[in-house]
């Protein structure tokens, strides 16, 4: 863990100095700031993202969260900025080529960054969108035909995602009447303190077949104990690497977050035991898992619908494509013959509250029998 910060403290300080570096030069800047001002500039933004860890750990709520505010919108700025002086770069080889048009394109890629940077913010804000999937489950009776759910997945709660944002994803659910409602992981952010004061608007949420929920990677986190502990609290019924029978014909089952759990051994262990129980062609079953692995694993053992998140369809365009190269199934419906798998956008964000080119989404997912 300590490699890892200071390998991402040592990448960020990078990126900032990368950016500061083309920002520095272009004639609009350098004609309403002096260089050293620029670089003061440039020390603030860097020591925001460790600033506001700070803070929350020596009990600041109020400046960390305005500072986490500032960092993680500097985070998808920085991103955005650092994108488009590199495909500048690239294009002038570093100013080697086109000199005498380098500044202009400089002054162009900031600009297209910075509007970008705006259309992310204001995609990020949107109420998620609705996205309605009508699924043939192997296994459900006919009796079960038509059966409605909800899958959500990474709220992200707690950090700058808050109560507010919170009632209206409930009154969106509650509004599709759904018979049973998912949580796919990462209900937590990072702190689970935070998400304690929530737990009154989360048992808002409420289906005839129950919430059910598994554990995400940012839950493990913030205390994957705590984290379940408020998922009970709410009145969800967590599923850890098992299953259970909701109704006669359709069984739910669910892991904790797969990626997290790697170093404990391979993820088909994790698989083959949390869908175990499941009788295939007696019973439809729905399998939870936070993290899009091992799809044909879950096939084979039994699963007939596989829904899961984690990846944010990469939140910020062009990160999906990084993305991407880790999760090759990366957002959309996918087939695992005889399963269909499914992974969601997510309905919150993960640092930055901003979204390019997507916002959020909620899963309706209407079962029908074969």
């Known amino acids: 863990m300590v490699i890892f910060i200071f390998t991402a ?38 020591v925001s993202l460790p600033a506001s860890r700070w803070f929350v750990k020596l009990s600041f709520p109020s400046p960390g969260a305005a500072v986490e505010l500032f960092a993680m919108t500097w985070l998808g700025v920085l991103f955005l900025l650092f994108v488009c002086f590199l495909a500048v770069d690239g294009i002038t080889l570093g100013g080697f080529v086109f000199s005498n048009r380098v500044l202009q394109l400089r002054t162009l890629g900031a600009a297209v960054a910075l509007v970008m940077a705006v259309i992310a913010v204001f995609q990020g804000r949107r109420t998620p969108v609705v996205n309605e999937q009508v699924v043939t489950l192997p296994g459900l009776p006919r009796e079960r035909d038509g059966l409605r759910m909800v899958f959500v997945s990474d709220l992200h709660l707690g950090s700058q995602i808050g109560s507010s944002w919170l009632k209206d994803l ?44 598994v554990l995400g990677n940012h839950d493990a986190y913030g205390g994957a104990a705590e984290a379940s502990q408020i998922m009970q609290d709410s009145g969800f019924h967590v599923l850890h690497d098992e299953s259970a029978e909701v109704i006669p014909g359709l069984r739910l089952a669910g892991v904790d977050d797969l990626g997290v759990r790697g170093r404990d051994g391979p993820a088909d262990g994790f698989i083959k035991k949390a869908l175990q129980l499941v009788r295939p062609g007696q019973e439809g079953c729905v399998f939870l898992s936070h993290t899009p692995e091992e799809a044909d694993v879950a096939a084979q053992a039994g699963a007939g619908l596989m829904l899961c998140g984690h990846t944010h369809g990469g939140q910020i365009w062009p990160f999906n494509f990084l993305v991407q190269m880790r999760y090759p199934e990366l957002v959309g419906r996918f087939a695992h013959a005889p399963m269909t798998l499914i992974i969601s956008r997510g309905a919150g964000t993960w640092g930055p509250r901003m979204r390019l080119w997507k916002s959020g989404e909620i899963l309706f997912v209407t079962l029908r029998a074969p």
């Open 9 to 46: 403290l040592f990448v960020w300080t990078l990126l900032n100095s990368y950016v500061f570096w083309r920002l520095s030069s272009l004639p609009v800047v350098a004609g309403c700031m002096s260089t050293w001002a620029v670089w003061a500039l440039a020390a603030v933004c860097c």
């Open 170 to 213: 409930t009154a969106q659910i509650a509004a599709l009447s759904p018979d049973l409602i998912a949580i796919g992981g990462d209900l937590v952010d990072h702190d689970v303190f935070r998400v304690q004061g929530m737990i009154p608007e989360l048992r808002a949420l409420r289906a005839p077949l129950g919430v059910w929920a």
